[in-house]
């Protein structure tokens, strides 16, 4: 063989070494973020719903306060105990969702 063939040989040999390793690397980085992913949206939404909550009781306290100065109204705002029970319907799916999600990596 000549030289030059050695060179073409060693040449393809590297850059499918390379190759293989970046390939390797990429499959790792997606994998990591799939297992991640369930954990991530549970944070994320954990968050959300804390948010949510204390956004509905300094509502409901302003509601309060605001009765004290309105002795007229008499109850609480009836849309504020639907939508509470509308967020713990959605906890409950988002908790499916990832219990299905870390049963299935």
Do not use: C, G
């Amino acid at each position: 063989m000549k030289n030059s063939d050695y060179l073409l040989k060693a040449a393809i040999k590297k850059v499918t070494e390379k190759l293989n390793e970046l390939v390797a690397e990429k499959i790792e980085e997606a994998t990591n973020i799939a297992q991640d992913t369930p954990e991530l949206i549970k944070k994320e939404f954990n968050t959300l719903k804390t948010a949510i909550f204390e956004e509905a009781e300094r509502m409901e306290q302003e509601m309060n306060i605001n009765r004290k100065s309105d002795s007229s109204e008499t109850s609480l705002d009836p849309n504020l105990s639907e939508v509470l029970e509308e967020i713990q319907k959605i906890d409950k799916a988002i908790e499916q969702f990832n219990l299905k999600m870390n049963n299935s990596i």
